[in-house]
């Protein structure tokens, strides 16, 4: 297993694809135009009030994996080249890629306020540091900020694409805070939390891109295709790492899903096997021992491998779709995407 | 002094104004075109789980002044008549008129999160019922969904016009909470505040349904410096009734801005002659008994005079503006809308 940001060069940057092709490392690719990515965000944001300036550029460090906007921008490639042969990646659609990271964080500072979360990517959370309310400020006011650069790029399927993923990360959290569904709705519900949480961003980012560089509505179903299959595995496999990582590589406490009364996937397989989770599910792992022991059961069950296994379904998915475009270095670097997301340990 | 909601016949409705023409009352006027509002907010706000869904609708039961709908229909059709002499509000204009409560809205809802605010309109606040986290998640879905219907109407001017506003009452929020400013700085900051967290909204979906009605810029202009005086003017008159107004009438209890530690317009204007209230408002009437004095101070004081002469300052501005327009009902609508501003006791 390779780690999410070094991807070891004898399995990324010279070998083949299950496709047979060349590529090269995905995050040096879109990089290149990613160069002063946290400058720019930090720049939207521009705040006289010393205080919220701080709170509102604390996530935007330049230590995150950038996951969304090297999606994205690969994908405008990727789009690009599949139109019209053109190798430029354009303002409009580099700005998708700062939207994306920005809607992203700002649906972060917000989830942690709701969930009471003290830290996340190795660091205390903005609701730890600054308080609730501060918190919630800090959020809208990353959004706005996003939906400033939205409507500055000037194009209304563009806008209509971007403010729905901000209405599904919202229904998302609701959904996640909210479940006491029965046994039977379980996992339809899971599904459609991960996809309103995680995938619809990603989805609908690619589709965004490949509107702005090509007018062909194929083309735009390719996109959001790829972006929603990889971004459910991507959300799986979270899911699975809460379970397999240890604490000190995911910058956030394991089994925190648990903690926050959540049965995710691996949780969802596991009391196939063993019928007794149930009723710790519908309690929300709330009394005392519940998280130590749902996370035995899940251990012993094959939970995180069936999570795996459909985490492999929807990549499988996403390439294929993919594999639709003209093949480009970005189109590979966009498959071999796929294949990180299954197998990074962080 | 007239109830805000129930205008006397025989002041308002055939009366005259300053500029000695004929004209009806606003309200009445206003809600030809809004029929079926709070509906329709409902509709964009549809939800299947029910507890959002009811939290959400909680501040739409129709119950609201609408004080901003009002204004946006009487603009948006004054606009018209002086444009080409159209009858009709446009399907996008009365757009406006939703999106601009439902932003208002929303900014309530995170506000009363922020302020710990337990009372609003005569009922408990939504942060009180259904505690602080799902307050923010109800307020994030009003806003997604307001800029939803904002990303349909299909106008990259008006959408950029309307984000602006939702940064403005994020920045606005963000002042309130840290001020720390010295006393030079302190009335500028005041009407800095005042403009962000109020008038803009109001000015901003002025020039919008201006935008949308004419095409020239003189008119765009007029519509904005209109809504931003009527909202100074309205967030004036609002600070000099948490002062003189008791809490049954408001529906909210009085003196609550001292209870949050801020020093509104009377409290600034009481403090040039009663220096001593400057070290109460340096640690934001936390002393037991500050907010008791202070008020005294207050009512002794000419602040609530000076403030009041201060929105009808505004107001006048307001009046000189709008009666630029071509003459119709609607812009002498506006015209005495600002004069009921100046006279609500609610």
Known sequence: MHRFHHVTPAVCCCSKTRSGEKYTDPFNLGWRDLKGLYEDIR?????????LKEMCEY??????????????VLMARACNIHHNNSRNVQASQRAIALIAEMIHTASLVHDDVIDDASSRRGKHTVNKIWGEKKAVLAGDLILSAASIALARIGNTTVVSILTQVIEDLVRGEFLQLGSKENENERFAHYLEKTFKKTASLIANSCKAVSVLGCPDPVVHEIAYQYGKNVGLAFQLIDDVLDFTSCSDRMGKPTS????????TGPVLFACQQFPEMNAMIMRRFSSPGDVDRARQYVLQSDGVQQTTYLAQRYCREAVREISKLRPSPERDALIQLSEIVLTRDK
Chains 1, 2 share one sequence.
């Open 256 to 263: 925190a899903d648990l903690k926050l009364g959540l049965a």
């Open 59 to 72: 996530y935007f460090d330049g230590k995150g994996k950038a996951f969304r906007p090297i999606i994205v």
């Open 43 to 51: 720049k939207e944001l521009f705040i006289s009030t010393t205080e």
